[in-house]
Structures are given as C-alpha cells and as structure tokens.
C-alpha cells in the first residue's frame, strides 16, 4: 500500500519535470531568434523551475530530502516565481503598457506589498528591517512621482524627472536580487535537522527547526516567500488578464463584438500562475495539493506559450533536437504575440 502510495505521488512531479525542461528549451530557442529580456527573464525563471521541480522527484526517488537540496529547493521556489513576474513587466514595459505616467502607481502596488510582507517578517527576524526600509523608500518614491505626475499634467508641462516603465522594471528585479540575498543568508545561517519522509511533501516535521514546528509554525526562511510570490503573481496573473481584457476592449471597439478566442492563451498562462500560486498556499497550511498543482499549472503555462507561438508538435521536436537552433534559416514559427 505504500509503495502504490509513493508510485503515484511520484507521478506529478516527474510530469512537472519533464513539462518544465520542453518549457524552458522553448522559451530559450525563442529568446535565441528574437533577443526580448523578458524571453531571457522567464528562460531563466522556467530553469529554476525546473530544479525544483527535479529536486522534488530526485528526493522522492530517495525516500527523503537531502538537507543540501532542500535549501536550494525552497530558496528558487519562491524565488522564481518573482523572476517570472519581473520578466512579465518587462514585456509590459517594452509594450509601453507601464510608462513614464503610471510607473508611480506600480511602485506604490509593489512597494506596498514588500512593505506589508517586510513588516510582518521583522516580529519574527531582525534581518527583514534590511528589506522594509528600502521597501518603504520606494513605495514613498512611488507616492511623490505619482503626486508629481497628476500636478504636471494640471499644469501642462513635463515632470521634472521621468520615472520609465523599463527603469521600474529594473528597479523591481534589483530589489528581488536584493531579497534573495537576505533569503540564501538565512537558509546558509539557520540551522537544520532535517529528516523529511516521502510523503511529506515539504511540510513542516517535528524537530525540523529550520522548516518549523507546531510551537513556532513560520520559521524566518518562510515568513520570505510571500515576498517573491506576492509581487510575482501580482504582475503575472495580473498582467495576463489585463492583456487578454485590453485586447478584447480593443476588438470590441474595431468590430463591434468580443471575440473570446482571440488572446486566449493569456488565460492559460495566467491560470496556470493561478493554479501555482493556490496550490503553494494551500501547501503552507498543510494541504497535499503542491504537486499536483504544480504539474497542472505549468502545463496550463505551457500549452498557453504553445498556443501563443503557434508551436507543432514538429516545432517541439525541432527544439528537443536543437535543429532549430542550428538552423535558424529554416525558422518559420513568428514570435509570441506580445499584446
């Protein structure tokens, strides 16, 4: 009964596996025709996916977590789901969807997340003061340009500094950088007794200090993560719903009706995000759903990049044998439709 048990949790992540290696091998070869940051930014996110993604099946495969993997498991996954959204903006930033007269209003939505997530974090540790000062600092930056912005305006004439939507681009994946070292500073520094057993999914065990106990549930490495995910999804699912609605507004007004199929591969990115993002917090409270929502919401992701690109199954191949690569003349397939 238990290997049976073991067999079929074993399944979801080895699809999550194998779903994020044809993910990332896409997403490089179009980064590699096309040369798009955020095509760089979501290759590399969709690399640390699939670590933790392999990391999840190799330690199954084991019968239990490395302390070692562990650590750089939970550090990337919270992580890259930050890495995803940043390269979200990005494509926004290049689409002059944020610009120089709502960036203001980006830095007070996200400032104030970090902000939010930054204060609760320093009851439980010291260092999360590190993050809430700057994080502060930048939601009153937001606060005065957007302040200046709407007075210039009334004014009618130029701020008299630009704030653009690629700077706060950069300004977003800096300070995620910069939370990251205070996070792999916390992970190296704290201690570990780690003995997890197959089943548990990467839930809290008693006497694992480093991961929590029933007496103190949120240890400092994980009062981290909704500072990455938070922001990251914000601007993921967020930015794939606001695409597919700006794209039907703008059908509507040149035919007259919506056409719903047209841009419907936002949805499924947007809903595989979603699906990830549920699927981690429920995980945090002690529901086993983490892998299963894993290998569903990346292959949402997936089959959404498919659709977007115009991808075949003889395109697929073609990536898998790095022909396409090696041949880029021979390319047909247009880039991702980036509305």
């Known amino acids: ?181 205070f996070m792999v500073i916390t992970a190296i520094s704290a201690p570990l007794d780690l003995d997890l057993l197959l089943n548990s999914g990467g839930q809290e065990v008693a006497g694992s200090g480093w991961l929590g106990t029933s007496s103190d549930p949120r240890p400092p490495i994980r009062l981290f993560s909704p500072l990455n995910t938070v922001p990251g999804s914000l601007a993921l699912i967020g930015g794939a719903a606001y695409s597919y609605l700006t794209w039907q507004l703008a059908i509507k007004k040149r035919s007259g009706k919506f056409n719903l199929k047209t841009g419907l591969f936002n949805i499924y990115i947007g809903g595989g995000a979603l699906v990830l993002s549920i699927a981690g917090a429920m995980s945090g409270f002690g529901f086993g759903v983490l892998y299963l929502g894993e290998a569903l919401g990346v292959a949402l992701m997936y089959f959404g990049f498919l659709e977007s690109d115009k991808i075949t199954w003889r395109k697929i191949v073609d990536i898998l044998t790095l022909s396409g690569i090696r041949n880029k003349e021979d390319l047909s397939v247009t880039d991702v439709k980036e509305d």
């Not at 939505?109 to 000062?133: K, M, T």
């Not at 340009?145 to 706060?168: A, D, L, T």
């Open 1 to 181: 009964m238990k290997m049976a048990s073991l067999t079929i949790e074993f399944i979801f992540p080895l699809i999550t596996t194998t779903v994020s290696l044809l993910f990332f091998l896409s997403v490089s070869e179009q980064y590699i025709r096309k040369r798009k940051p955020h095509q760089l930014i979501w290759a590399i996110s969709i690399f640390f996916f699939l670590i933790t993604s392999g990391a999840e099946s190799w330690s199954l495969i084991l019968g239990l977590w490395d302390p070692l993997i562990y650590k750089v498991y939970y550090v990337l996954a919270s992580f890259q789901v930050a890495i995803m959204g940043a390269g979200a903006l990005y494509l926004f930033a290049s689409r002059n969807i944020i610009n120089e007269r709502n960036s203001g209003v980006a830095l007070i939505l996200f400032g104030c997340s970090w902000l939010l997530f930054s204060f609760i974090g320093q009851f439980g540790s010291p260092i999360f003061l590190w993050i809430l000062i700057p994080a502060f600092l930048i939601t009153l930056l937001g606060i005065f340009y957007s302040i200046q912005v709407i007075m210039s305006s009334k004014q009618e004439k130029s701020p008299s500094f630009n704030i653009s939507g690629m700077w706060f681009s950069h300004l977003f994946i800096l300070f995620t950088l910069y939370i990251f070292i």
